[in-house]
DNA sequence: CATTCGATCGAC
DNA sequence: TCGATCGAATGA
């Protein structure tokens, strides 16, 4: 069995961690140690969370986790740096935004210790975005939010919420073939039955091979 | 400087 | 299965 499919919102979660604060609002802002901790953990522990840029609010059903310098798939496979993939190596909590195929943007966040380059790959949206690129565009989502942390209570930042009632699935990721034996590794996530999941993904089986 | 290719998407 | 579309990466 697995060690995948965690309740990771059941362990102490930093946001929730009895402020003086109540309600809803900045509090509930995810803070910094929710991101600064296992990449496998943090992407299945965003499914269900909201993402908010202004006023615009998707609740986040579809993940991909990018483990590292070892991942063949990771835009920071080898320890590669470069301009692009620079924030990757930054503090965790921040967003990495790239331009990809002439025409989107793709959201990541970033994760554990800085100095190593991992992050999460938002693919799905719940309402309106349907793949990483959909995602980017509905919310309005560009290179110039590259490098913004999402912890700072700003525009762009994720809230907090209960864990997802959905049983959570594991999958490939798309678009990796490239990576020999880490294009097949289940580093994919998302929410069973969410009908805003990636197409080709939903109807098919999350093994399959 | 030239060339290749991509963590995509939607039409066929 | 394929074309759109162009910046990033790589190599000469």
Same mark, same amino acid.
């Given at each position: 069995?697995?060690?995948?499919?965690?309740?990771? $919102?059941?362990?102490?979660?930093?946001?929730?961690?009895?402020?003086?604060?109540? !309600?809803?609002?900045?509090? *509930?802002?995810?803070?910094?140690?929710? #991101?600064?901790?296992?990449?496998?953990?943090?992407?299945?522990?965003?499914?269900?969370?909201?993402?908010?840029?202004? /006023?615009?609010?998707?609740?986040?059903?579809?993940?991909?986790?990018?483990?590292?310098? *070892? /991942?063949?798939?990771?835009?920071?496979?080898?320890?590669?740096?470069?301009?692009?993939?620079?924030?990757?190596?930054?503090?965790?909590?921040?967003?990495?935004?790239?331009?990809? #195929?002439?025409? #989107?943007?793709?959201?990541?966040?970033?994760?554990? $210790?800085?100095?190593?380059?991992?992050?999460?790959?938002?693919?799905?949206? /719940?309402?309106?975005?349907?793949?990483? +690129?959909?995602?980017?565009?509905?919310?309005?989502?560009?290179?110039?939010?590259?490098?913004? $942390?999402?912890?700072? +209570?700003?525009?762009?930042?994720?809230?907090?919420?209960?864990?997802?009632?959905?049983?959570?699935?594991?999958?490939?990721?798309?678009?990796? *073939?490239?990576?020999? /034996?880490? !294009?097949?590794?289940?580093?994919?996530? #998302?929410?069973? &039955?969410?009908?805003?999941?990636?197409?080709?993904?939903? &109807?098919?089986?999350?093994?399959?091979?």
């Amino acid at each position: 069995m697995a060690l995948v499919l965690i309740k990771s $919102d059941e362990r102490p979660d930093p946001a929730r961690a009895g402020g003086p604060q109540s !309600a809803s609002g900045p509090q *509930d802002v995810l803070p910094r140690s929710f #991101y600064q901790r296992p990449t496998l953990l943090v992407a299945q522990a965003l499914l269900g969370k909201t993402l908010v840029h202004g /006023d615009l609010r998707v609740r986040i059903v579809e993940t991909e986790a990018y483990l590292g310098p *070892d /991942d063949l798939a990771s835009h920071a496979a080898g320890w590669r740096r470069t301009p692009r993939n620079e924030v990757m190596y930054g503090p965790a909590g921040h967003a990495y935004v790239y331009f990809i #195929y002439g025409m #989107y943007f793709c959201l990541n966040v970033v994760t554990e $210790d800085e100095g190593f380059p991992t992050a999460v790959l938002i693919r799905a949206g /719940d309402p309106g975005a349907r793949g990483p +690129g959909v995602l980017c565009r509905e919310l309005g989502l560009t290179r110039e939010h590259n490098g913004l $942390d999402l912890t700072a +209570g700003g525009s762009l930042r994720i809230e907090a919420g209960p864990p997802p009632r959905e049983k959570v699935v594991e999958a490939p990721r798309v678009g990796v *073939d490239y990576a020999a /034996d880490w !294009a097949a590794k289940p580093l994919r996530f #998302y929410l069973d &039955g969410n009908p805003w999941v990636s197409r080709k993904l939903r &109807g098919r089986q999350p093994d399959v091979r």
